[in-house]
């Protein structure tokens, strides 16, 4: 079992920056990608940003820009730095992971969200 555990959400004006991150513990043999995700009320769940186990990144083009993903391969935690937030950034951000598990599963897993919200 592998569990994601997001931190760093919060209330932040426009033009303001958080950090979130998102550790990644359990049964894990090596992690792909991984990625941040949000979705607003009423809207669908979409893409922010990715970034490989290599370090090779992946922008929604509403963020360009703006955020920055990173990732601590030895310590199994992705980052996504965003600044110059704006009102229509507010959403639950979640964390997702490609893991291939000790028995070597590939197996893709998600944490339960960490909410941001961004006040105009």
């Given at each position: 079992q592998v569990?994601?555990?997001?931190?760093?959400?919060?209330?932040?004006?426009?033009?303001?920056s958080l950090r979130l991150s998102c550790?990644?513990?359990?049964?894990?043999?090596?992690?792909?990608?991984m990625g941040w995700y949000?979705?607003?009320?009423?809207?669908?769940?979409e893409l922010v940003a990715?970034?490989?186990?290599?370090g090779h990144t992946n922008y929604a083009d509403s963020v360009k820009g703006?955020?920055?993903?990173?990732?601590?391969?030895?310590k199994n935690t992705v980052y996504l730095q965003m600044?110059?937030?704006k009102p229509?950034?507010?959403?639950?951000?979640?964390?997702?992971?490609?893991?291939?598990?000790?028995?070597?599963y590939r197996m893709d897993y998600w944490g339960k969200g960490t909410l941001v919200t961004?006040?105009?």
């Open positions: 569990q994601l555990v997001e931190s760093g959400g919060g209330l932040v004006q426009a033009g303001g550790v990644a513990s359990g049964s894990i043999f090596t992690i792909n990608d949000r979705q607003a009320p009423g809207k669908q769940r990715t970034i490989t186990s290599g703006r955020f920055a993903i990173s990732r601590d391969n030895a600044n110059s937030l229509e950034d507010t959403a639950v951000y979640y964390c997702n992971a490609e893991v291939i598990t000790r028995s070597r961004v006040s105009s």
